[in-house]
């Protein structure tokens, strides 16, 4: 069903939204100037809009529990544990909701813009997958499978759903935006997250209008205000991926180096690179995924193919998602993402000095570098979990944000994990799935004054 769901809502309600199928030639972009004044207001999260659900929750064949996890290739956690299990670090779900699972005992609400729950449903199962690559804890009857840090607290944020519309938009299909995405980062940041996973994506045009501002805020006050680090995926490319289109790739009179010039499709929030850790897809042996998209924001790539994690309707593991046909292995760059949400939550569990801004240096530094040097596919490498957690030098890097800041220093009491229920541009989280490009909706990052289209 999520496959299903996922191709029918990104794909249907996504890319036929947008003035055009076919994306403009390559031009040069960037994201706005971060604007203080759009940062959310603070406050319990609730839904912008009255919904309701329009389809049943997914059901997922369970996978063996020794099934070998993909996202696990290479990263030796076995000796990386000796050093540290990410005990002390919270790292935020912003997704479909995450599921309460045996093997998540760390588990924490942390609220809902999709319904009215404190964010431990998830009808869409993204949530539940993405929770357990990063912090799945190890089962006693001797199973195999853990998250990439195991010790440490996940905060589920549901932001957005496939399975709900606005109960005033009978034709519309799923519910999320980039304002919602925008609030959940701000309340991650003021609940504590020292770490938010976003593997959700705005995937447009160079020309669409996207008008993503207070997102910007709200990644700005994250990392320069709260101290929090931020990663979200590079997003999916392919037949029936949330992107319309690859972005070129390396341009051998600029070999290494990002080029902002050639560009086909913006991708927020990842194209705030002075912001986030933007994470492209690699297989297991290291090669990059046919559908990970290219752009100038790509940081570092990860495993995110033959993925297992934890079954959102179960209390077992899950390794494919059912379609119309046979089940399709779960792949993409929303599971490349919590992969390197964990080695974060490692590396500020082991230095703990470290600043934000450090510690995304110290991921990038620390990745396997391509021959040529940086990569738009790959980035600065694939992610080395060992280096990462035991670089004993970070290069130089300005702790300071480079502009004043003028946000609020503390949070409404109404943001403990406990009281917290959560409530655009069009998002959709980029899932792949098998050869194809599959995508998930966690947000419909779409803001209504924007110039693209209502569904």
């Known amino acids: 069903m999520i496959a299903e769901r996922v191709t029918r809502i990104c794909v249907a309600g996504l890319l036929a939204t947008l003035p055009t199928c076919f994306a403009p030639p390559a031009a040069a972009v960037t994201p706005p100037m971060v604007d203080d004044s759009m940062l959310p207001k603070p406050g319990p999260p609730v839904p912008p809009r009255p919904t309701k659900q329009q389809d049943p929750c997914v059901a997922a064949a369970p ?69 357990g690559i990063i912090g799945a804890a190890p089962d006693s009857d001797g199973s195999t499978f853990t998250g990439i840090a195991p010790d440490a607290t996940i905060v589920s944020i549901r932001q957005s759903s496939n399975k709900f519309r606005a109960i005033d938009d009978p034709s519309g299909s799923g519910f999320g935006d980039v304002d919602t995405l925008a609030s959940a980062v701000r309340t991650a940041a003021d609940m504590g997250a020292t770490v938010i996973n976003v593997s959700s994506v705005a995937c447009l045009p160079v020309d669409s209008g996207l008008d993503d501002r207070p997102l910007g805020a709200a990644l700005a006050y994250a990392v320069d205000v709260k101290n929090v680090v931020v990663v979200a995926a590079a997003g999916n490319v392919g037949s ?56 100038p924001w790509v940081d570092v790539a990860a495993p995110g193919e033959g993925i297992v994690s934890l079954d959102p309707d179960g209390e077992g593991l899950v390794s494919s998602l059912p379609t119309a046909g046979d089940p399709i292995p779960i792949a993409g760059t929303s599971y490349a993402a919590p992969v390197v949400s964990g080695i974060v939550a490692l590396v500020r569990s082991r230095s703990p000095e470290l600043t934000a801004r450090q510690v995304m240096q ?23 979990a060992m280096a990462a957690v035991t670089a004993g030098v970070t290069p130089a890097l300005a702790d300071a944000p480079s502009r004043p800041v003028s946000y609020p220093t503390s949070a409404p009491t109404e943001h403990r994990a406990d009281r917290i229920s959560v409530g655009g541009a069009a998002v959709c989280l980029a899932v792949s799935v098998g050869a194809v490009t599959m995508t998930t909706v966690t947000a419909r990052l779409r803001r209504s004054r924007n110039s693209v289209p209502h569904d």
């Open 63 to 131: 996978a063996d529990d020794k099934a070998e996890a993909g996202q696990l290739a290479g990263l030796n956690l076995q000796q990386v544990w000796k050093f540290t299990r990410g005990a002390g670090q919270t790292v935020a779900v912003i997704d479909t909701g995450v599921e309460r699972h045996r093997l998540l005992p760390h588990l924490v609400p942390g609220g809902d813009y999709v319904s009215t729950a404190d964010g431990t449903d998830d009808c869409d199962g993204h949530g539940t997958i993405v929770a």
């Open 240 to 295: 029936a991926g949330q992107c319309p289109e690859q972005n070129p790739t390396t341009d051998p009179a600029r070999a290494g180096r990002p080029d902002w010039d050639r560009v086909n499709v913006l991708v927020s929030p990842a194209w705030y690179d002075d912001y986030v850790v933007t994470v492209g897809s690699v297989d297991t042996r290291g090669a990059p995924s046919a559908f990970s998209l290219a752009g």
């Open 362 to 384: 110290r991921i990038k530094a620390t990745a396997h570098q391509p021959a040529a040097g940086w990569d738009p596919v790959v980035g600065h490498g694939v992610v080395d």
